[in-house]
């Protein structure tokens, strides 16, 4: 298929316009050997297949990150699978002067190429005024297009240019690419600027206009004092409709995973397979589909803050509250994202360009509360911690979950900055980032954005919830021997066969079973383990069940207290849990072993998805192994402690 | 010498150059050449990021980088 690449400075639109270009044909992977995204998107014209390649923006084909290098092998190499036939480059019309210099590198290289003079829109009502003609004359070998991809002007034109057969490369692999030494690079970009200045003076001029939009905004918006007061109040918006608007899908999906669940139950043959299908498969989808929602919501926002150039001002403004703790401003957005799961937030580091500060990211993230958390939080706060009113308005409860999620935050940056004394080099960390003027989101955009974040924790979470959800479900339904058999047929079968005699005879069975399951054992087994933490084996059980995913603590539970249905009432859980008495007398879940319980999941590593995650992100197994241990020994140490103080 | 972190804002100023270092070519391709006028707009709460117009775009970096740039 023939490729067209897309190359460009930081935003110039370029992203936009591949949107335009592709819509929804999207693929998103990784360039070969590298974990760096590439986007590709479909498109046909005239009847033929073309590949758009949508490339990092870069300020200059001389590699300085991960991203740059990715541009750099890819045009300096003929022979590379990814290698285009034509190239599109992306300047922003309002900056041409800085964005001419990658494409005189490009333009230098005899690729066929074109100039998509983008953001005219914009550079008109700056009072630019630009000179096609002149700019054509400066580069007679380019095929030059203005467009404006937010309304769409210029998108045929373009499109017709890439539909055109290429004439045969004239790869003139000039000596602009075998200048590897910095020196030699520096002499370049000197010499391309004097080279430049000439034509923008020819091909721009420009009236004088009022300070602009973008930075009477700024004199808010990164203001000392008010800026702080309005990201946060942003923040409390976000999270607020992360979690209050989220909760209603939430609840239909709740409720049509188990009505699908047990519609099939009537339908489909007793047996092994059915209970695969319907303990094992259907719950792991049903805790993938449940969390999308949140994910949805809170990128939806993010992607906001982002199109309107929002979220480059919060980089600037946490920058230096960041970096005694060994992370950079940019490791802010990967860390809100972790709010709603770690997955999209691990990936989103791959904008910071200090490895060091993005390996820190990395490893904190899935200290940041997740959603998953969420229903064990409601679930145990609901159970230990009273619901009354302290200091006048604030809700006891609500302050429990406001301090776990506080918790979460202060430990991710405690433990960043023990992280960045281990590091023995310290590495150059940069900081150079374009502030981009203020626009309106382009909801294509966002809409794009939300998609591909939603897909990329569909699949790759998903994935692997569904096995864990299955593994889980052959632990919890075979046991050594025919235990499961024997004394299962020792619950007592109801006299009389009422309905309700009839389900608390089944859910008594379950629970029988599972404790002589193979995770029944598990649970007794590192009950010496746990008894520290003021834990039984029954949460022995779910903790375990729950090192897979979070979320599967509250089912395990439901089933080992034999409560039938969760779904509808989770009262009904809560009050079974409230008269659980331990060997003394004492209740089993009391104040000290509950809040011991929200510690530990604060802290623990229990997420298979993420590590999965951080594997690939990293390429090495080494990390994963040290997030699995260091979050490990902190929970358990946190849980002991907290378990300590409150007995 | 002076350099760009030392300069109050709102007074513009031009690039005479840069201090040798890992940076220096970054710092070229971002428009920072000798001879190019550059002004402070806004500095982060605590005075660091600082963000610099320069000729139109808007280009934030920390005061370590800035003591890099030389300016008149």
């Known amino acids: 298929m023939k490729k067209i690449a897309l190359f460009g400075n930081p935003n110039t639109g370029k992203s936009s316009l591949f949107n335009r270009l592709t819509g929804l044909r999207q693929h998103v992977g990784n360039f070969p050997g590298v974990t760096v995204d590439k986007h590709s998107g479909f498109l046909t014209i005239n009847g033929k297949e073309l590949e758009l390649i949508d490339f990092p923006g870069t300020y200059s084909i001389y590699p300085r990150s991960k991203d740059e290098e990715v541009v750099y092998n890819v045009i300096s190499d003929p022979k590379n699978p990814n290698f285009p036939e034509k190239t599109i480059v992306v300047l922003d019309s309002t900056n041409l002067e800085r964005n001419l210099l990658l494409f005189t590198q490009i333009y230098d290289l005899g690729l066929e190429l074109a100039l998509v003079l983008n953001m005219t829109d914009v550079a008109s009502r700056n009072g630019f005024d630009i000179n096609i003609l002149a700019l054509e004359q400066a580069f007679p070998a380019a095929t030059i297009i203005r467009t404006n991809a937010r309304i769409g002007t210029g998108l045929s034109e373009l499109k017709e240019w890439m539909g055109t057969d290429s004439e045969p490369r004239r790869t003139n692999q000039s000596s602009l690419l075998a200048k590897t030494d910095i020196q030699g690079q520096i002499a370049d970009t000197n010499k391309r600027f004097e080279r430049i200045k000439p034509i923008v003076s020819q091909v721009v001029s420009r009236k004088q206009t009022e300070a602009n939009f973008s930075n009477k905004l700024d004199k808010w918006l990164i203001h000392p004092l008010f800026g702080y007061l309005i990201f946060l109040a942003i923040l409390l918006v976000i999270f607020q409709t992360v979690f209050t608007l989220a909760s209603y899908p939430m609840d239909w999906i709740d409720m049509g995973t188990s009505s699908f669940a047990s519609w099939l139950g009537t339908v489909m043959p007793e047996g092994i397979f059915t209970s695969l299908v319907i303990d094992g498969v259907i719950p792991g989808i049903g805790g993938v589909l449940i969390f999308i929602p949140q994910i949805a919501l809170l990128f939806f926002m993010l992607a906001i803050l982002e199109e309107t150039g929002y979220m480059a001002r919060v980089v600037f403004i946490t920058d230096k509250l960041m970096r005694p703790f060994g992370l950079n401003g940019k490791s802010v957005v990967p860390l809100l994202s972790s709010a709603a799961c770690a997955i999209p937030g691990i990936m989103a580091t791959r904008t910071i360009s200090s490895w060091q500060e993005r390996l820190t990211t990395i490893l904190v993230a899935p200290l940041i509360s997740c959603s998953a958390r969420l229903p064990v939080y409601t679930l145990l706060i609901g159970l230990v911690i009273p619901s009354k009113i302290v200091l006048g308005v604030l809700n006891l409860q609500g302050l429990v979950l406001f301090a776990l999620y506080l918790l979460g935050v202060v430990s991710a940056l405690l433990v960043a900055w023990v992280i960045k004394q281990f590091f023995r080099k310290k590495e150059l960390s940069v900081f150079l980032l374009e502030m981009p003027d203020y626009k309106s989101p382009r909801w294509a955009n966002v809409g794009i954005e939300v998609f591909e974040k939603v897909k990329i924790f569909v699949f790759d979470a998903g994935k692997i919830i569904l096995a864990i959800s299955i593994i889980l479900w052959v632990l919890a339904s075979f046991g050594p021997g025919n235990d499961m058999e024997k004394y299962s047929k020792l619950v007592k079968a109801p006299i009389i066969q009422s309905e309700e005699a009839v389900i608390d005879y089944e859910t008594q069975v379950a629970s029988v079973k599972l404790e002589h399951s193979y995770m029944g054992h598990m649970g007794k087994f590192i009950e010496p383990v746990i008894t520290p933490l003021g834990y039984d084996w029954k949460m022995g059980i779910s903790l375990i069940a729950s090192f897979a995913a979070r979320e599967v603590f509250v089912g395990s539970l439901a089933t080992i207290y034999s409560v039938h249905d969760t779904d509808d009432d989770p009262k009904q859980l809560m009050d079974k849990l409230k008269v659980q008495k331990r060997d003394d007398g004492t209740p089993t879940y009391n104040l000290a072993s509950g809040l011991s319980l929200l510690v530990f999941y604060v802290f623990a590593m229990q997420c298979m998805a993420t590590l999965a995650v951080v594997k690939r992100e990293t390429k090495s197994w080494k990390w994963p192994i040290v997030q699995v241990g260091y979050m490990g020994v902190l929970a358990y140490l946190g849980a002991y402690i907290t378990y300590i103080i409150f007995k | ?72």
Do not use: C, N
Not at chain 2, 6 to 12: A, L, N, S, V, Y
Not at chain 2, 34 to 50: Q, S, W, Y
């Open chain 2, 1 to 72: 010498m002076k350099t760009l972190a030392q300069i109050p804002m709102h007074q513009k100023t031009k690039v005479l150059g840069i201090v040798e270092s890992e940076l220096k070519p970054k710092l070229l391709e971002m428009g920072l050449y000798p001879g190019k006028e550059v002004e402070v707009i806004f500095k982060a709460p605590f005075g660091d990021p600082i963000a610099v117009d320069i000729s139109g775009y808007t280009l934030s970096m920390r005061l370590s980088e800035a003591a890099l740039i030389e300016v008149e």
